[in-house]
């Protein structure tokens, strides 16, 4: 497991700020945690994956790791043939970003992602968004597009954490995290 935590602001100016950049290896999980200092965060990465897999993330509301009564949707589509298709959940134990409906995200090629936590430090329902790009497994030299938003529908708080997970092997690569103050928006 990897923690990125204690997220200090940095200087600098322009509408997002660079808060950390983090080297990962073999990390079976990834937690982003002190999401207090700005209004809305971006997490983005490139990274490679041990295995072929689906990328899985949840969220620490009130002290705890929610396992539990997630909804989400996501769309995906696919470079060769155009082909897309949509996932939607409710009450599942992880969010899942990363997936190629039937197929899982390939571990030949680097996974690009960026999320945006939306409402981190307010006491609400907390929404994610995400897009990202990656290889097809099964799909030689394909790449598939995805994009979604997602919630957790039963626990509402403040954002106290955030858990990106493959759902076997592990991550190795960098994330940018990426803060925007409340007079910003």
């Known amino acids: 497991m990897s923690t990125l935590s204690e997220l200090l602001p940095a200087g600098g100016g322009g509408a997002w700020t660079l808060v950390s950049t983090t080297s990962v290896s073999s990390a079976s999980t990834i937690d982003i945690t002190s999401l207090t200092a700005y209004k809305r965060y971006k997490i983005v990465f490139d ?15 009130n002290g705890s790791w929610r396992t539990t009564y997630y909804k989400f949707y996501t769309d995906r589509w696919i470079s060769a043939d155009g082909s897309a298709a949509v996932l939607t959940s409710s009450n599942s134990s992880w969010g899942l ?22 409402t981190p430090t307010i006491s609400t329902y907390q929404n994610i968004s995400w897009q990202g790009i990656s290889g097809v497994q099964g799909f030689g030299g394909l790449v598939s597009k995805m994009r979604g938003i997602g919630t957790n529908s039963s626990y509402s708080g403040v954002l106290q954490g955030f858990r990106i997970a493959p759902s076997t092997g592990t991550y ?9 103050t409340a007079t910003e928006i």
């Open 47 to 61: 990274i490679t994956a041990s295995s072929s897999h689906y990328m899985k993330w949840t969220m620490k509301l």
């Open 97 to 118: 970003a990363g997936m190629n409906y039937y197929n899982e995200i390939s571990n030949a090629a680097p996974i690009i992602y960026e999320f945006t936590l939306e």
């Open 172 to 180: 190795s690569g960098v994330f940018h995290i990426y803060g925007l």
